[in-house]
């Protein structure tokens, strides 16, 4: 009898699991899951239940997962419901107290809805997500899966630039408008490459660089510099734990090699580029990233620093606890339509306050640190995972805001059970030793 239980015990995980991971991976790719639909239900007119339809399929998984263990008296992850109740609550207190936000929050694609809340795009459901599936070797698995589809919509955005010639975009004013570069595919491309390049550096299959590859390389031609810097930073995280691995002189001598690489290129790199440009050109293709460097305005920050000293000097003159969700909206939508200020500590602090936001901000930078160093040489699938999504938390320093991003959300679900998770584990070691030891 007790054997029939643990069978059933463990069919009944496997079917819940493997629910929980069909909605994981389809919420991560809703890109591609709505480009589907959207194509299906154009044939038969039913193009005005596409988001419902999609919050179905990538939903219905997990509230049968959810049904069964509660129907088996099993653990259910409430952890999400308590953030939620807390994040909408804070959406009513920053109401009440600043009842002209409520425009802002009811703004189409920017707003509250669109930003926070919606099933298929929010950025709090990142946190379900990843507090549902936290093991690395179910988050590895699931985004072989995640890597390939967003391949395929990737590829899909840029054949649409060729057939267009250019690319749809909203300008400061809130206009629709034709671009020379798509800052969203930038994004896209750059996190399917750091999908590719972490399964090559576990796996070495040349399939998986090759793919990288292509997505950097779209990502350059098309996307913005923001694009590169996320990819940038996740191939640096690695590089550092390359360097640790070696050891001191193994490490010197990989240093001094790419610093030698670096200066011949460094050398060489307008004339690279120029024939680069030149190619690229002769095929009627052109790179933003490119043409900005030739011209010397790789660094030119697009009207950020002076969106940054308007928020700054809101903080410095703003409430203890800060102005409330989306407090940086009023101050900078007026002159940028979407109306953040492309700077993570600082929506923290004009959020939060000052001091609360920046300790906010320096506890996760602690925790991060703690996560990556000690599974640097540990786990090479959880070292992997968190890098990834850290990488791609990190274009909040340029870009976007952290309320609408779901893979600042996962890193806060990360950071907050890898954590957790460790303390119980030495937590319960100290114990096994202290028993051993009165024995």
Request: overall charge positive.
């Amino acid at each position: 009898m007790g054997r029939i239980n643990i069978v059933n015990n463990a069919k009944l995980r496997v079917s819940c699991t493997s629910l929980e991971n069909l909605s994981f991976v389809l919420f991560f790719s809703a890109d591609f899951l709505r480009l589907i639909l959207g194509a299906l239900l154009a044939r038969i007119d039913g193009s005005s239940f596409l988001f419902p339809v999609t919050w179905g399929i990538i939903y219905l998984p997990l509230i049968f997962s959810t049904i069964i263990r509660l129907s088996n008296k099993k653990k259910v992850n409430i952890t999400f419901i308590v953030i939620l109740i807390l994040v909408i609550g804070y959406v009513f207190i920053s109401l009440e107290l600043h009842p002209n936000y409520l425009d802002w929050y009811l703004r189409e694609d920017y707003g509250i809805w669109d930003t926070v809340f919606r099933p298929d795009k929010g950025g709090i459901y990142g946190f379900l997500f990843f507090s549902l599936c936290h093991d690395e070797n179910r988050l590895y698995k699931n985004f072989k899966f995640i890597a390939f589809m967003c391949f395929l919509f990737v590829g899909y955005q840029y054949f649409q630039f060729l057939n267009l010639g250019y690319w749809l975009d909203i300008n400061a004013m809130g206009m629709s408008v034709e671009s020379s570069y798509g800052l969203t595919f930038g994004y896209n491309a750059s996190f399917v490459a750091c999908m590719f390049f972490m399964f090559y550096i576990k796996e070495k299959k040349f399939l998986y660089f090759l793919l990288g590859i292509i997505s950097s390389m779209l990502m350059i031609l098309q996307g913005s510099r923001g694009a590169i810097i996320v990819l940038m930073f996740f191939l640096l995280l690695n590089y550092v734990r390359k360097l640790i691995s070696k050891g001191l002189v193994k490490a010197f001598l990989f240093t001094m090699i790419l610093l030698i690489l670096i200066i011949f290129l460094a050398m060489n790199l307008s004339s690279i580029l120029s024939w680069l440009s030149v190619k690229l050109t002769n095929v009627n293709l052109s790179s933003r990233t490119i043409d900005a460097i030739l011209n010397n305005t790789l660094f030119d920050d697009n009207g950020r620093s002076a969106i940054q000293s308007l928020v700054q000097e809101k903080i410095q003159n703003g409430p203890f606890f800060g102005f409330g969700i989306f407090g940086d909206r009023p101050l900078v939508g007026p002159y940028y339509y979407w109306g953040y200020c492309h700077n993570l500590l600082l929506e923290f602090q004009v959020d939060f306050g000052k001091y609360p936001g920046f300790l906010f901000f320096f506890i996760l930078v602690i925790l991060s640190m703690k996560v990556y160093f000690k599974n640097i040489n540990n786990n090479i699938d959880k070292f992997l995972i968190f890098i990834l999504i850290i990488s791609f938390t990190s274009k909040l320093f340029l870009s976007s805001t952290f309320w609408g991003d779901k893979y600042f959300w996962s890193f806060l679900a990360l950071i907050l059970y890898w954590n957790n998770s460790e303390k119980k584990t030495g937590l319960r070691h100290a114990f096994i030793k202290k028993r051993s030891e009165s024995i």
